[in-house]
């Protein structure tokens, strides 16, 4: 970090989470960096180093991510289709069949009532005064191999008991001290959900936490996970501050989607998804970096589905978060939600730190 401040620059990372459409981590030609792959996809092997991985790609053309994001097209399915494991599509559209959000869903379909989050410009600098010199993005990216197929991109693939089903990777300029993969735990540790990296002063973890499913179908598995996921985060953070980021398939609050009442029986805002949240940030604990500096900000969010407009008329949820452990606050400059970047039905995230 202090040499990146030297030279002008921002040491990052890129954490990224895929879905049913993953087989594979792109190969192209950076100048640095190392690669983490996915958890079970990659037993024995921790990274491939200078040349060989890139995720970056030619065709990441936005200036503000350049240098750390992959850019991708999504894979646009079949209307009405479920994957048979019960976690995607995610389900928001179920709540538009409620009689109480009718008359709003006309209103909506009419193109009223909508309200765009505007992203304010970055903030990089501290409360105390100091310049960022860390930046780590996240993005729930979706349709790898779609896009595969049709632009006949070169790609590395291993795959995971699943084959193109969840999976996290990370792209790190800098080498971590140490990589692990999974919550050490049988149960949960089988689709490529969590990778964690220890540097000098924190240890980042990325995450795609398990979604309950159309009906609730994985709701008790996901209790499991919130349960066991916890205690591993405690565990970390009792030796290192702790930077958790990923689609952590939550709204914790009525503020983080746009239709809080017709949702309250959907999966991401059950109860007991948001009771697990909440414990979360207080038995690590964790403190939400977005919240904590935007409070009462409305209507941002990081997820649309592609059915019904929902993206052009920010009918949306906030799921993907960056959550640090108290002892990193004051490091804190900014924490963004990229929500004019295309090429999932999630956005990326951005958090600045000054370390």
Not at 37 to 48: P, Q, Y
Not at 155 to 175: H, I, M, N
Not at 305 to 330: C, E, I, Q
């Amino acid at each position: 970090s202090q040499a990146a401040t030297q030279a002008g620059q921002l040491q990052g990372c890129c954490c990224f989470a895929h879905r049913r459409d993953f087989s594979g981590l792109l190969i192209g030609k950076p100048k640095s960096g190392f690669l983490i792959k996915s958890v079970d996809w990659l037993e024995g092997r921790s990274r491939e180093e200078g040349n060989a991985i890139n995720i970056l790609l030619r065709w990441a053309t936005w200036n503000w991510c350049r240098r750390v994001f992959v850019t991708v097209m999504p894979k646009r399915g079949k209307k009405g289709a479920v994957a048979e494991d019960g976690e995607e599509p995610k389900i928001e559209p179920e709540a538009k069949k409620s009689k109480a959000g009718a008359k709003k869903n006309e209103k909506e379909a009419a193109g009223e009532g909508t309200v765009m989050y505007e992203d304010p410009p970055d903030q990089k600098t501290s409360p105390g005064g100091k310049s960022a010199t860390l930046k780590i993005c996240s993005w729930n990216v979706d349709g790898l191999r779609a896009w595969i197929k049709k632009k006949g991109l070169d790609y590395w693939s291993a795959p995971s008991d699943k084959e193109g089903y969840s999976g996290v990777g990370l792209l790190s300029r800098q080498c971590p001290l140490k990589v692990s993969y999974g919550i050490g735990e049988e149960e949960h540790d089988q689709e490529g959900r969590v990778i964690v990296a220890e540097y000098d002063a924190f240890v980042l973890v990325t995450a795609y936490v398990p979604n309950a499913g159309r009906g609730l179908v994985r709701l008790e598995y996901r209790q499991r996970w919130d349960e066991a996921f916890r205690k591993f985060l405690k565990g970390l953070a009792s030796r290192k501050p702790l930077v958790l980021c990923g689609d952590l398939n939550v709204a914790h609050e009525e503020i983080d989607l746009r239709n809080p009442k017709g949702n309250k029986k959907n999966a991401g805002f059950t109860p007991e998804e948001r009771h697990g949240f909440g414990e979360l940030l207080q038995a690590v604990p964790l403190t939400d970096s977005f919240r904590h500096l935007y409070p009462n900000t409305a209507y941002a969010y990081t997820f649309w589905t592609y059915m019904m407009n929902a993206r052009s008329k920010n009918v949306g949820w906030r799921l993907d978060y960056f959550l640090l452990s108290h002892s990193l606050l004051p490091a804190l400059c900014d924490s963004k939600i990229r929500s004019k970047a295309l090429g999932s039905d999630h956005c990326p995230i951005t958090l600045y730190l000054a370390l």
